[in-house]
Antibody
Framework: EVQLAESGGGLVQPGGSLRLSCAASGFIFSDYWMHWVRQIPGKGLVWVSR????????TYADSVRGRFTISRDNAKNTLYLQMNSLRAEDTAVYYCARGAWGSAVFFDPWGQGTLVNVSS | QSALTQPASVSGSPGQSITISCSGSGSDIGTYKHVSWYQQHPDKAPKLLIY???KRPSGVSNRFSASKSDNTASLTISGLQAEDEADYYCCSYASSAAFVLFGGGTKLTVL
């Protein structure tokens, strides 16, 4: 069964840092692009970042570019999101999601999410 | 980079059909086939329902169907069931954004 499991969320002060992890299982992790998507509680989904299969290509939403870094360790089947200079508006549930094969664009499956709360 | 536009809520009775619209522009839905739809139950992760405009992943009920016309995508749920009560999100590749845009979400209430 294909599974994604996020961890690393928690309470952090504004200006602080946090690293999220996403453990993948049930598929060949190194074959897929991976993504982070966030959701402010009670609000909609917002795409955050993506990384290609070997980690050489990354893309970020304008709102996090320069503060967040996506990376992966294919040997450990794990995706990461390093979040620096955190702001109150970064408070959200962060989901990791597997990207589509080939040229298609969709996210399947998603992890259960991890809550990041940026507050003093 | 505005989100795609969805109605905030829709409702229907069991057995009925409902349609959720998702309005974009020529730089996203109007040009690309990369439109997908997701279902999210409260406190759960989103689940893929439709990809590439109208394709259903294996395991998704054929009560879910979708289409696209000009700058608007639509999701139709037929034979409404209580378990369909959830939030629904559209998503499209967008050349005006870093990658994709999501809709603001539509809450479906089964009366």
């Amino acid at each position: 069964e294909v599974q994604l499991a996020e961890s690393g969320g928690g309470l952090v002060q504004p200006g602080g840092s946090l690293r999220l992890s996403c453990a993948a299982s049930g598929f060949i992790f190194s074959d897929y692009w991976m993504h982070w998507v966030r959701q402010i509680p009670g609000k909609g989904l917002v795409w955050v970042s993506r990384i290609d299969t070997d980690g050489s290509t990354t893309t970020y939403a304008d709102s996090v570019r320069g503060r967040f870094t996506i990376s992966r360790d294919n040997a450990k089947n794990t995706l990461y999101l390093q979040m620096n200079s955190l702001r109150a508006e970064d408070t959200a549930v962060y989901y990791c999601a597997r990207g589509a094969w080939g040229s298609a664009v969709f996210f399947d499956p998603w992890g259960q999410g991890t809550l990041v709360n940026v507050s003093s | 980079q505005s989100a795609l536009t969805q109605p905030a809520s829709v409702s229907g009775s069991p057995g009925q059909s409902i349609t959720i619209s998702c309005s974009g522009s020529g730089s996203d839905i109007g040009t690309y086939k990369h439109v997908s739809w997701y279902q999210q139950h409260p406190d759960k992760a989103p689940k893929l329902l439709i990809y590439e405009i109208d394709k259903r992943p294996s395991g998704v009920s054929n009560r879910f169907s979708a289409s696209k016309s000009d700058n608007t995508a639509s999701l139709t749920i037929s034979g409404l069931q209580a378990e369909d009560e959830a939030d629904y999100y559209c998503c499209s590749y967008a050349s005006s954004a870093a990658f994709v845009l999501f809709g603001g979400g539509t809450k479906l209430t089964v009366l």
